[in-house]
C-alpha cells in the first residue's frame, strides 16, 4: 500500500478503523468493529473484576469492591466509571490457560493454539506461527478501502523481541495487521507502516497533497480501483 492512497482514503483516527469509507459515492456495507486492549503485564484480575474481599489478608485485593449497575456484579472501586454500565459488559471469569510465561500466554491467547517450542525469552514470531485472529478476520472478510486490522501503538514484545502470534503467521504477510511501529527495542521493521520514506520530511508531503489538490483531486478518482487491489494485497 502506497502512503499517499493511504492518506487519500482518510487520516488515520480510531474512530475511522475498521469501517468502510465510500469511494466514488458507493454506499459502504455496514461492518462490526472489535477493540482488543491487550494487557501484558497490567492489572491482575484480583484488581479489576474480582478482588475477594472474603479471602485472608495476603490473598485479597488491596483494593474494596463496589456495586454496579447490575445487582450481583461487583468490581474494584478504581473504576467508578465503568460500575455504571455493566448492563453492556459481558464479564468472562472462568477464561484461563496454564502458564505464567508472558510469551507463551500472548500466543495462545491471540491465536487460540499453544505451542510448546517457544523458547522464553528469545521466541522470534515465525511464518510458521499461527495467525492471530485479526489476521484471521483479515484473510476471511472482503477486502475494502481500509485495513481489516491495525496494531497500535505497536507489537507486543520487549528487549529486542517482537512476541510471536502477533501477526499473519502461516497466513503470510498479505494479512499481517497494519503496524505502526515497532515492538520495544526490536530490529523488526512494521509490516505496513506508515513512516516517511527517506528523503521526504513532512514539508515535502504537505506540498504533494497540496499539489494533488490542485490538481483537482482528480488522482482519488483516478485511482480509487488501484487503491482496492493495493488494499487487498496487504
Given amino acids: 500500500m502506497r502512503r499517499r492512497d493511504f492518506l487519500q ?11 468502510a469509507r465510500p469511494v466514488n459515492g458507493e454506499k459502504p456495507a455496514p461492518q462490526a468493529s472489535c477493540i482488543l486492549l491487550m494487557l501484558v503485564g ?10 475477594k474481599p472474603d479471602a485472608p489478608a495476603g490473598i485479597r485485593s488491596i ?5 454496579t449497575l447490575v445487582p450481583g456484579i461487583d468490581i ?29 500466554s500472548v500466543y495462545h491467547t491471540l491465536t487460540g493454539k499453544q505451542n510448546p517450542t517457544l523458547i522464553s525469552p528469545r521466541n522470534f514470531r515465525r511464518r510458521t506461527d499461527f495467525p492471530n485472529f485479526g489476521s484471521v478476520i483479515s484473510r476471511l472478510q472482503p477486502p475494502g478501502v481500509m485495513p481489516a486490522s491495525v496494531t497500535i501503538p505497536r507489537p507486543i514484545g520487549h528487549d529486542g523481541v517482537t512476541y510471536a502470534g502477533t501477526y499473519g503467521g502461516f497466513l503470510g ?13 526490536s530490529n523488526d521493521q512494521p509490516t505496513h507502516a ?17 499539489l494533488n489538490r490542485e490538481s483537482g483531486g482528480g488522482y ?3 485511482s480509487a480501483s488501484g487503491l482496492r487491489r493495493s488494499l487487498s494485497h496487504i
Avoid: Y
Fill in 173 to 185: 504477510p498479505r494479512f499481517d495487521p497494519m503496524e505502526l511501529r515497532e515492538a520495544p527495542n
Fill in 63 to 67: 483494593f474494596q469492591p463496589i456495586r
Fill in 220 to 222: 482519488a478518482e483516478a
Fill in 9 to 19: 482514503a482518510g487520516a488515520l483516527t480510531l474512530p475511522g478503523i475498521g469501517f
Fill in 194 to 210: 506508515l513512516s516517511l520514506p527517506e528523503g521526504v520530511n513532512e514539508s515535502r508531503l504537505i506540498a504533494r497533497r497540496g
Fill in 76 to 104: 474494584c472501586d478504581q473504576m467508578p466509571l465503568l460500575a455504571q454500565v455493566t448492563d453492556k459488559i459481558a464479564f468472562v471469569r472462568s477464561m484461563s490457560h496454564p502458564s505464567n510465561v508472558h510469551e507463551a
Fill in 42 to 51: 497490567a492489572p491482575s484480575q484480583l484488581d479489576t473484576w474480582d478482588m
